[in-house]
Structure formats: C-alpha cells, structure tokens
C-alpha cells in the first residue's frame, strides 16, 4: 500500500473485501475507512468487491487518497 509516498505492507487473502483492507490500513495508520479511497491501476475500488474481483496478486501495490472533510 502506498500513501503519502509511504509503504506500508498488510498480509491479506484474495477473497478479502477492499472494506477489509480499508480496516486493516486503519489498524496501520489513522486513516479512518471512511477517509480512504483506494486504487488499483488508476481504478477506483469499491468496498463490497474483493482483491480476487480486481485481479490484485501478490506484492501488489494500492494508493490510498483520502478524502478531506467536506468532499
């Protein structure tokens, strides 16, 4: 995962939704679920979906923007 040109590394499974590893950065990093949006290949990822669903491998990497309050 990247974010403010941070890397920050999460064990997770292929059947993991993208609002479980919104969970896990929060565990990481103070960037609330609700605060994160995620991309993959410039794509944004939709909580229900899982990792599988984007076709997201191994050592792949994820940039999280977070949304400022009032967005």
Known sequence: MAQNG???HL???S???ILSV?????????FQVHQQNL??????LQD??????YNIEDESTL???LRLMGD
């Open 63 to 65: 940039d999280v923007f």
């Open 48 to 53: 229900s979906m899982t990792l599988a669903d």
């Open 6 to 8: 941070n890397k920050i």
């Open 15 to 17: 059947s993991d939704t």
């Open 11 to 13: 064990e997770v499974k």
């Open 39 to 44: 991309l993959f290949g410039g794509r944004s």
């Open 22 to 30: 919104k969970e896990r950065i929060v565990d990481k990093q103070d």
